[in-house]
């Protein structure tokens, strides 16, 4: 397996930010606003490292289901940066936003969509409560607990997204369209997701923001301003907020309610957070900043209360 941690560990100003030690990095930047939730640090949008601001000209948000994509793609639409969302781009149609990395690579490469100046903005939830919310919104996520193997019903998956059918079924067969949507447990998936993206701006293949949900939604303005600095786009004097749902699909209570819940614990039991805790990749859990992994499960789950007898 190869290591996220060669991308060496720097500090600007006391604040730890994210530097490659390769010779001509496309760009892994963290860009994290505030401490909040399971966050474990703050990043200040200013101190993005290595952006190449002159040659991005659009974004393309990236997440799983259930991680706040919708919600992004809005704020930029209404907010005036330039997204692939924005129109029928090639890019749109083959790095669909909720592909893990292997299959939007065979697909951009299948359909000749370039990623040249393009910001991949890939939005990080906490795998508590990103688990907590698929429980309860889970698409086309067949499984049966949290520790058995689980898969994306692809059938399900490329009718419910037309066109993306054309795009996957040209350049893989069954076989391995399954396997490429199959994965050893929910967590695995959570884990597998983002380590292809960080690992593929790793090698040179794309330019990589990485943003999580909840500072997105605790300070939206220093978000946005991080996507604008990495973009190399004017500082904005307003911000501009989606307020109602921003998807006409599944479960999406809007940015009011988002608000309101953010940092409060999910809904998991007490053996359901030890079975993803002892599950999660520990170089993903600190490339993101969550600090899920040390945290007692007490503080995890919002109280003892959740905590069995004999623990």
């Given at each position: 397996m190869s290591h996220l941690s060669g991308a060496g560990?720097?500090?600007?100003?006391?604040?730890?930010?994210?530097?490659?030690?390769?010779?001509?990095?496309?760009?892994?930047?963290l860009a994290c606003g505030v401490t909040m939730g399971l966050t474990g640090r703050r990043i200040r949008p200013e101190l993005i490292v290595e952006a190449r601001a002159d040659r991005l000209r659009t974004a393309h948000v990236i997440g799983p289901y259930n991680s706040g994509t919708n919600f992004l793609a809005a704020m930029l639409d209404k907010n005036g940066i330039p997204h692939t969302d924005d129109g029928e781009s090639p890019l749109r149609q083959a790095?669909?936003?909720?592909?893990?990395?292997?299959?939007?690579?065979?697909?951009?490469a299948a359909t000749g969509a370039s990623a040249d100046g393009v910001l991949f903005v890939v939005l990080l939830r906490n795998p508590f409560n990103w688990i907590d919310a698929l429980k309860r919104s889970p698409y086309e996520f067949v499984y049966r607990d949290l520790v058995s193997s689980c898969h994306i019903d692809v059938d399900l998956a490329?009718?419910?997204?037309?066109?993306?059918?054309?795009?996957?079924?040209g350049v893989m067969n069954e076989s391995e369209l399954i396997a490429a949507f199959t994965f050893d447990n929910l967590v695995s998936y959570w884990s597998t997701f983002y380590r292809g993206y960080a690992e593929a701006s790793m090698r040179g293949e794309l330019d990589v923001l990485l943003l999580r949900y909840e500072d997105?939604?605790?300070?939206?303005?220093?978000?946005?301003?991080?996507?604008?600095?990495?973009?190399?786009l004017e500082p904005a004097t307003e911000l501009v907020l989606p307020l109602g749902s921003a998807k006409s699909h599944g479960v999406s209570a809007g940015y009011i309610e988002a608000r309101r819940k953010l940092g409060q614990p999910p809904a998991l039991g007490w053996r359901e957070a030890t079975q993803i805790r002892s599950r999660l990749d520990r170089e993903v859990m600190a490339m993101a900043g969550y600090r899920g992994l040390d945290a007692p499960l007490r503080w995890l789950l919002g109280g003892a209360s959740r905590q069995p007898a004999d623990a």
């Open positions: 560990r720097d500090h600007v100003r006391g604040c730890p930010v994210v530097r490659h030690g390769y010779s001509r990095p496309r760009g892994l930047f790095a669909f936003k909720h592909y893990p990395y292997p299959v939007a690579a065979r697909a951009m490329l009718n419910h997204h037309q066109p993306y059918r054309e795009h996957l079924e997105l939604v605790a300070a939206p303005a220093e978000c946005l301003q991080a996507i604008r600095a990495a973009m190399g």
